[in-house]
């Protein structure tokens, strides 16, 4: 394995490592020691990658924010007719529930980790652009609100799933999200064309 094959592993480790303290259930807890010994690393190739525990974090928020992106985007992509608004709801359930330290990074750790300060509501706008450009029936100001409102429902919801505040069966859970995301396309047909 070349040198920089040999970074970019890890480059790879530290955030799969930084991901599970990032989004560990009794909340986060990131130190550099912490990180090191979990990726089983020493420090000096932690700081060839970042230059302190607050990039780490930051670094590690971005990379699961683009997944889960990337992730809802593909689910619109590919799904056609009446799967069109569960599809990405499913890939979102998938992402963020079948992986909760995932989630919990994604949803809950901008609430308590003050390194991400802003770094949620900068996710925000587009997730509310992939819901808005399905509202296709809507003029541009009320689809801007609806996919405002959607993504903050789903938001919530999450969180609280993720939390154990929403303590409803999995099936029952996807089922009302599906259906949120459904009404909200309702206007003069489906949620996407």
Same mark, same amino acid.
């Given at each position: 394995?070349?040198?920089?094959?040999?970074?970019?592993?890890?480059?790879?480790? $530290? $955030?799969?490592?930084?991901?599970?303290?990032? !989004?560990?259930?009794?909340?986060?807890?990131?130190?550099?020691?912490?990180?090191?010994?979990?990726?089983? $690393?020493?420090?000096?190739?932690?700081?060839?990658?970042?230059?302190?525990?607050?990039?780490?974090?930051?670094?590690?928020?971005?990379?699961?924010?683009?997944?889960?992106?990337?992730?809802?985007?593909?689910?619109?992509?590919?799904?056609?007719?009446?799967?069109?608004?569960?599809?990405?709801?499913?890939?979102?359930?998938?992402?963020?529930?079948?992986?909760?330290?995932?989630?919990?990074?994604?949803?809950?750790?901008?609430?308590?980790?003050?390194?991400?300060?802003?770094?949620?509501?900068?996710?925000?706008? !587009?997730?509310?652009?992939?819901?808005?450009?399905?509202?296709?029936?809507?003029?541009?100001?009320?689809?801007?609100?609806?996919?405002?409102?959607?993504?903050?429902?789903?938001?919530?919801?999450?969180?609280?799933?993720?939390?154990?505040?929403?303590?409803?069966?999995?099936?029952?859970?996807?089922?009302?999200?599906?259906? $949120?995301?459904?009404?909200?396309?309702?206007?003069?047909?489906?949620?996407?064309?």
């Amino acid at each position: 394995m070349s040198i920089d094959d040999r970074r970019r592993q890890r480059f790879t480790t $530290l $955030l799969d490592v930084g991901t599970s303290l990032l !989004g560990a259930p009794e909340g986060p807890s990131v130190s550099v020691r912490a990180v090191c010994r979990a990726a089983k $690393l020493t420090e000096r190739y932690f700081y060839e990658s970042f230059t302190d525990r607050d990039q780490f974090v930051r670094a590690v928020y971005a990379q699961v924010g683009e997944r889960a992106r990337a992730s809802i985007e593909s689910a619109v992509e590919h799904a056609q007719g009446d799967a069109r608004a569960e599809a990405p709801v499913r890939a979102f359930v998938e992402l963020v529930l079948d992986d909760p330290a995932v989630g919990r990074v994604l949803l809950l750790a901008p609430l308590s980790e003050p390194a991400l300060g802003g770094s949620g509501a900068a996710l925000v706008p !587009g997730f509310v652009e992939l819901v808005r450009a399905q509202l296709t029936d809507r003029d541009a100001d009320d689809a801007q609100l609806v996919a405002v409102g959607v993504v903050g429902a789903l938001t919530a919801l999450f969180a609280g799933y993720l939390d154990g505040t929403v303590t409803v069966p999995r099936e029952k859970f996807v089922a009302h999200c599906v259906e $949120l995301v459904s009404e909200a396309g309702r206007k003069t047909g489906s949620f996407m064309p």
